[in-house]
């Protein structure tokens, strides 16, 4: 310290702090001696350092929010000049969406229809000439170099072609069409995916429902006015024990591309959303417990097989569920070629040849197949 400012000395000081009594006697470590006034002078020195850095770095931050506002206005205003309304994203006659690429691939159908899509050729029908023979469709895929993957039979005694894209199936309608003029052929329909709105209001039917999500989603109904499908199938359910709906609802393609990209949520009120799943229902028959068919078309209706036990009675008629222990078994489970657990009954959404037929029609719908469109 300065002898003209400090009043005392530092041996004076060192003197009283190594006394072995009283409150000096038991501190321990180094011993420091600063002053009150030299101690004045260094936080006055430090409070201006700090001031003098605070203002430093308020005039950064002043700078730098004047950079970021210029920045949010350039990229405002490349944004407004590029994307089009969302009557231009989805009206394909419009100027802008010609010029300007829409977000939804699913806008572009010429690059959808060569898709790999197993599009189906159905023929066949009742009455003499209807059906073509198998050597008649084989020179006619051959000749005319369109590539058949799957030839089969359906229930129905028609004949089912299967094509790699839309576009060789479209072709071989015109081929066959044109060479069998007497013959009954169809497209198969395209399979579409289906998903279900949970947590819907209960004051909700039906209609209400399909209503309030034209009115609440403009984008949705512009595709629907513009041939999009978006069609509740039946009524709304309740949803396990709360008072909350739920609806199983069939989209085209582009709606449920357009749903991925809003975050799978779609507006049902004003300032409400619900949260939207995809949805693979498969039928399963009461009656025999195969899949693919309810038990009005059963085709096997006078050989019942019991959901619970797999035997050959009808479910309601099990006494072997009575049993304690009863270990049920799934009939599906039991005759499928993989070795499945079978201690399940054959209604479980659990059971492995459900959910193996539910990656089938997964499969079966051109969406799920082209996520990398």
């Not at 790699?164 to 072709?171: I, L, P, V």
Request: charged share 25%; with cysteine.
């Amino acid at each position: 310290c300065s002898v003209n400012i400090c009043t005392k000395t530092f041996f004076e000081a060192f003197e009283t702090r190594k006394s072995t009594t009283g409150v000096n006697g038991k501190r321990k470590g180094n011993f420091v001696f600063i002053c009150d006034p030299c101690m004045t002078n260094r936080e006055n020195s430090e409070a201006a350092d700090t001031k003098s850095h605070v203002k430093s770095l308020e005039s950064k931050m002043e700078n730098l929010e004047s950079d970021i506002s210029e920045i949010k206005s350039i990229l405002l205003q490349r944004s407004h000049a590029q994307t089009p309304t969302t009557s231009d994203r989805c009206d394909p006659q419009s100027p802008t969406s010609a010029t300007t690429p829409s977000k939804n691939p699913w806008d572009n159908m010429e690059r959808v229809k060569n898709l790999r899509s197993n599009a189906k050729l159905i023929i066949g029908g009742d009455g003499p000439g209807k059906n073509i023979s198998k050597t008649d469709l084989e020179t006619i895929a051959i000749d005319n170099k369109l590539p058949v993957e799957h030839f089969h039979i359906n229930n129905s005694g028609k004949t089912v072609l299967t094509f790699a894209t839309q576009n060789d199936c479209d072709k071989a309608n015109s081929k066959l069409k044109a060479a069998f003029p007497e013959s009954e052929i169809r497209q198969a329909s395209e399979l579409l995916p289906t998903i279900s709105i949970a947590n819907i209001s209960n004051n909700l039917n039906a209609e209400e429902l399909y209503d309030a999500i034209m009115r609440f989603n403009p984008e949705i109904e512009s595709y629907v006015n513009n041939g999009g499908i978006f069609k509740v199938l039946g009524q709304l359910r309740k949803q396990n024990k709360n008072d909350l709906l739920q609806a199983n609802v069939r989209v085209s393609n582009n709606i449920r591309k357009l749903l991925e990209n809003g975050g799978n949520r779609v507006c049902t009120g004003f300032g409400y959303s619900c949260k939207v799943y995809d949805h693979f229902h498969i039928k399963r028959c009461n009656i025999c417990q195969k899949y693919n068919h309810y038990a009005d078309n059963c085709p096997t209706k006078q050989a019942p097989v019991c959901s619970y036990c797999a035997e050959n009675h009808k479910s309601d008629d099990c006494s072997n569920r009575t049993a304690t222990p009863f270990i049920p078994t799934c009939v599906n489970c039991k005759l499928s070629k993989d070795q499945c657990n079978t201690a399940h009954e054959s209604s479980s959404n659990t059971c492995s040849t459900y959910k193996k037929a539910q990656d089938a029609l997964r499969n079966s719908i051109l969406y799920y197949n082209s996520k990398n469109l």
